[in-house]
């Protein structure tokens, strides 16, 4: 019997494509697999509780909570500066810089998650308001002269403090970052430096959020015979993305029209933004701006990664020209009439390739590569390879921003609790169309000793790779792109 390539690593995987009760032995699914393989939902709990706040946070009961912890790391962080250029400092430089990166991440991080995930937008506007305090707070500690001076002291002729190779290479680090904002400059010049990062912060997050907005046009606009595949607001179409799964190319055609047709406000803002990002680079003493993004990286100059783009797209033109040849014969193949491969068929003919390439059914993959199946196996490798494991954890009352969140917790054999995981897997309006990975908080050693347990968040609609969501049958509502992306 002839097997292409492809279906022989499945079938090689699959133990010749035998069903799960025709393998040896009994599999029972753990209660992390139980758990996500049915969606979580707002049960009544036993619990006698108050509301826990977003994340834990007790001020998050309500939106006006982010003004009080802004309030409260700006307090802080105060405080944390005068120590660093205190003549009587008791601590490590380092250690005081750490506890002040975390200070303003521990906010800005968590604020940026719930401006662009959180379905209520008084939320969602009082974290947007919080980051763009954090981000102005820390320009300007980026060009505070008396604490760069003082760190450069440090870097130059070392602490007073007993100090590792460790502590001595981020102090580095830290210096780089205050050169990278013009701490060299004049009084005037900084200032100007820390309002244009302000307004490119401001600018660079309406663009995005303005990035994913549907787009509405009149009915009349459209053939009468592809309206129905679309939302309708009373006399208009409602257009949410690119519709790569519609089987119709007129469909496909109309919602990559209109929802990437141009838009002047987008164009306005993204012009606006890209002259500060260069007027602030060349202020800072870099030719463009991509040079100061660089800088002190792997990269190292924009040519490099100009000449590294360029022999990539050389090495990968051929095969990207090969796919495209075969997508249009598939095109032509469905469609006798067809008038060439356009740019809204890429997606759409990906994807049936791909699964005609499989040569596996749905019903024969779906056993093994449920969500519970994937997440079981990661435990799984985690626990072989660092003694950790992932386990759902009930949430407290108000902890979530939408009722079908798993939380995760992420536990050590030996050390216990490391951190924690939410997952928000389930297609929501107004939920970003892209897979996303945020720190709400990192892990870290406390000045006290004690250890802050690190929480993350993971927004998982993109489904990539081999789709095998998609190709397993699972129908939970999912973004089903094209690829799988896991963070920890």
């Keep these: 019997m002839y097997l292409s390539r492809g279906s022989w690593c499945v079938w090689r995987a699959l133990g010749r494509r035998r069903e ?36 834990g946070h007790p001020e998050l009961q309500e939106p006006g909570g982010f003004y009080l912890l802004k309030e409260n790391a700006m307090f802080e962080s105060d ?33 940026e998650f719930v401006r662009l995930a959180h379905p209520q937008a008084r939320y969602a506007q009082a974290a947007e308001d919080a980051c763009i305090a954090i981000s102005g707070l820390v320009e300007k500690l980026n060009t505070h002269a008396k604490l760069y001076h003082c760190l450069r002291e440090v870097v130059l002729h070392g602490d007073h403090m007993p100090t590792t ?50 787009r509405a046009v009149p009915k009349d606009k459209l053939p009468e015979s592809i309206r129905q595949h679309f939302a309708i607001d009373g006399n208009n179409i409602v257009v949410t993305g690119l519709y790569a799964d519609a089987p119709q190319e007129i469909t496909r055609e109309a919602a990559y029209k209109i929802y990437l047709f141009p838009d002047p406000h987008q164009e306005d803002m993204l012009s606006e933004m890209l002259n500060g990002r260069h007027e602030m680079a060349t202020l800072c003493g870099f030719p463009s701006y991509a040079h100061r993004a660089v800088n002190g990286s792997l990269a190292e100059t924009p040519e490099f990664v100009v000449e590294f783009l360029e022999l990539l797209a050389e090495k990968v033109r ?13 095109k032509k193949l469905q469609q006798s009439n067809s008038r060439g491969l356009a740019p809204w068929d890429v997606l759409h003919f990906t994807r049936i390739l791909r699964q005609n390439k499989c040569e596996v059914s749905a019903n024969t993959l779906a056993p093994y590569f449920s969500l519970g199946a ?34 995760l917790a992420v536990k050590h054999g030996s050390e216990g609790v490391l951190g924690h995981i939410y997952c928000d897997f389930y297609e929501r309006v107004g939920k970003p ?55 920890l």
């Design 20 to 55: 799960p009760w025709q393998r040896s032995g009994v599999h029972t699914w753990s209660p992390l697999a139980s758990a996500l393989n049915s969606r979580p939902s707002k049960l009544l709990s036993l619990q006698f509780k108050g509301n826990s706040g977003l994340f």
């Design 79 to 111: 405080d944390l500066v005068k120590e660093c250029c205190s003549p009587t400092r008791s601590r490590k430089m380092v250690e005081v810089f750490d506890q002040l990166s975390d200070t303003l991440c521990r906010v800005a991080d968590l604020a």
């Design 165 to 214: 190779k460790v502590d001595q290479h981020v102090a580095k680090l830290f210096l780089h970052d205050f050169e990278q904002s013009g701490i060299h400059l004049n009084e005037n010049q900084r200032q100007r430096v820390v309002n244009l990062n302000e307004s490119i912060l401001t600018l660079g997050q309406h663009f995005m959020n303005g990035s994913h907005h549907p």
């Design 318 to 330: 051929p095969r990207a020209q090969e796919d495209f040849e075969e997508m249009a014969a598939a």
């Design 374 to 407: 994937v997440m079981e196996g990661l435990s799984g490798l985690l626990h072989n390879l660092y003694d950790v494991t992932l386990e759902v954890e009930e949430p407290t009352p108000g902890e979530l921003w939408a009722t079908d969140i798993y939380k």
């Design 433 to 487: 169309h892209q897979d996303c990975h945020f720190t709400i908080r990192g892990g870290k050693c406390l000045p006290d000793g004690s250890y802050q347990v690190s929480r993350n968040e993971m927004l998982l609609l993109a489904l990539h790779c081999l789709d095998l969501w998609a190709l397993a049958g699972l129908n939970f509502g999912l973004n089903m792109h094209n690829e799988i992306l896991c963070f």
